[in-house]
């Protein structure tokens, strides 16, 4: 059974930072595409990041207009897991954070709230 957990979410001021980590059981991990995608009240799941491969050099990673330039993705396919690190965060930049594995699967979600 192929299972997503998200976690690292929480609340956060203005110009802060947060680091999200995706678990991932149940495939071959490193075969797939990870994606992260966040949903803001209202609006379908925007994808942000992408992560083809563990070797940044020959995948490099993708972002969104929205988050390039402060947001960083990586994964770790020994652990089978994949990050994103946020900084300079907005309050525009909350909403539920997903995992997502080869467009196919998705965790259940982490709440990201930037506020003062």
């Known amino acids: 059974q192929v299972r997503l957990v998200e976690s690292g979410g929480g609340l956060v001021q203005p110009g802060g930072s947060l680091n999200l980590t995706c678990k991932v059981t149940?495939?071959?991990?490193?075969?797939?595409?990870m994606y992260w995608y966040r949903q803001t009240p209202g609006t379908q799941r925007e994808l942000i990041a992408t992560?083809?491969?563990?070797?940044?050099?020959?995948?490099?990673?993708e972002y969104s207009d929205s988050t390039r330039g402060r947001f960083i993705i990586s994964r770790d396919d020994f652990k089978r897991e994949v990050y994103l690190e946020m900084y300079s965060l907005e309050p525009t930049d909350t909403g539920v954070y997903y995992c997502n594995a080869n467009g196919t699967y998705w965790g259940q979600g982490t709440q990201v709230t930037v506020s003062s």
């Open positions: 992560a083809l491969s563990d070797v940044p050099m020959y995948r490099p990673r």
């Open positions: 149940g495939l071959l991990f490193a075969l797939y595409p």
